[in-house]
């Protein structure tokens, strides 16, 4: 079986669906269920007992080495993170807490769980750490997309702990002979994306009819990419990676902010269109920009697709279209997920924000 962490959130959630969708090989789920955690994202799985999940945190040595010891995974894939950067901009202890210390001692359990495994199982194991392209700083609009090689920039707390949850995988590599491989992935979209993140964000708040809050002038670009295709790389790194390894995983959809808002607002107006018959583009606003914010980031993904043949199935227009038609199939899942916890961070974020 595999351990993954971090399954009831966004990725995670995907990943383990899409796991188990074309895999009869268990799945342990092993998440703290933060705010961003959901259980509801695995509602399809209840009673399948090829799930098991455990709530834990990734930092909780004694569970995390009594679970290796039960399951026996011969894979661990560690999605846990705090992972939005507006919140470590307000409080980023939680992101070193988890990101850092998290990840170390999550290292440290696998390590001395994987030192005792015996010849095969020791050499076929393998830890996956999912990381971000953010850890390469921002790009200008004409330098080359991010490779492999790019030095590590962190310009926000999350990144930076991100960063550094990515030098001690590589160091647990280098030092222990630790089976590792880590993705450092693109800006990710899809179904069951918490609505604190740019597209499902202004799906939400458009068919709310409140305001569409544009950071600066919207002329940031990231580059989109669908979260089942990210889930196929991590499984064909999984499956040919090789050791000590990273791999970028990207889109190659580069897009500013303002166009992925006006991309959203024209599917909207066409598949929910509002009742007064304008654009929800009507309720774009202009708002104070995040501090430090990254202008450009980029994935050149050619590594993983000259070496391991990965290539993304979805174009950003299929891509998206799912994803806004998946938010207005599932108002249930928004309306459960909009708790007061969720509305408390809105007026944190957003209250202060001046209109520009
Ligand atoms: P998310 O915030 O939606 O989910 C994170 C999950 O981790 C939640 O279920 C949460 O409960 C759990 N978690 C948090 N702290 C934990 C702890 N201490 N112990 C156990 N579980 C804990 O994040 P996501 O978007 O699904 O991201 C998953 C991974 O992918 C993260 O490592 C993130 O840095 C990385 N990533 C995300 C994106 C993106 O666009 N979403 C892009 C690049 C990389
Ligand atoms: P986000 O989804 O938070 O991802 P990240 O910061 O990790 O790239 O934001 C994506 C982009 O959208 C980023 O440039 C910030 C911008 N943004 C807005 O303009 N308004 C918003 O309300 C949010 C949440 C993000």
Redesign the pocket.
């Known amino acids: 079986m595999i351990l993954v962490?971090?399954?009831?959130?966004?990725?995670?959630?995907?990943f383990v669906l899409d796991w188990l969708a074309s895999n009869d090989e268990s799945v342990v789920n092993?998440?703290?269920?933060?705010?961003?955690?959901?259980l509801e994202?695995l509602a399809s799985l209840q009673g399948d007992a090829r799930h098991v999940f455990v709530q834990?945190?990734?930092?909780?040595s004694a569970v995390i080495s009594a679970l290796l010891q039960q399951h026996q995974p011969r894979v661990v894939i560690?999605?846990?993170?705090?992972?939005?950067v507006d919140r470590s901009i307000h409080g980023p202890e939680?992101f070193i807490?988890?990101?850092v210390v998290?990840t170390f001692r999550l290292l440290e359990a696998v390590r001395a769980y994987w030192n005792e495994l015996e010849h095969e199982a020791k050499s076929s194991f393998r830890f996956l750490?999912?990381?971000?392209?953010?850890v390469y700083g921002t790009l200008s609009p004409t330098e080359p997309a991010f490779t492999e090689d790019h030095n590590y920039e962190p310009n926000s707390p999350?990144s930076a702990s991100?960063a550094a949850?990515d030098h001690l995988v590589r160091a647990w590599h280098h030092t222990y002979g630790l089976p590792v491989l880590t993705?450092?992935?693109?800006?990710?979209?899809g179904p069951?994306?918490?609505p604190e993140?740019l597209i499902p964000l202004m799906i939400v708040n458009a068919l709310a009819g409140k305001p569409l809050p544009i950071y600066g002038d919207g002329m940031q670009v990231r580059d989109w990419?669908y979260?089942r295709d990210?889930c196929s790389a991590i499984r064909r790194v999984l499956e040919a990676g090789k050791l000590g390894e990273t791999y970028n995983v990207g889109g190659w959809n580069e897009k500013a902010n303002i166009d992925i808002v006006k991309t959203v607002c024209a599917l909207l107006d066409e598949l929910r269109p509002r009742g007064d018959g304008l654009s929800y583009a009507e309720q774009i606003t202009y708002v104070t920009d995040r501090p430090g914010h990254d202008r450009r980031y980029a994935i050149d993904a050619r590594k993983l697709e000259r070496e391991l043949g990965w290539k993304p199935a979805e174009t950003f227009e299929t891509g998206i279209r799912k994803t806004v038609q998946w938010y207005l199939d599932n108002p249930q899942w928004v309306q459960n997920v909009q708790s007061g916890s969720y509305r408390d961070w809105l007026q944190k974020q957003y209250a202060a924000k001046a209109s520009t």
């Open positions: 962490t971090g399954g009831a959130g966004f990725i995670g959630a995907n092993v998440d703290k269920l933060t705010y961003a955690g959901n994202n834990a945190d990734i930092g909780d560690n999605f846990a993170a705090e992972s939005h939680d807490q988890t990101n998290g750490h999912v990381s971000t392209d953010e999350y991100k949850s993705t450092n992935c693109s800006n990710n979209y069951l994306h918490f993140k990419l979260v990210h």
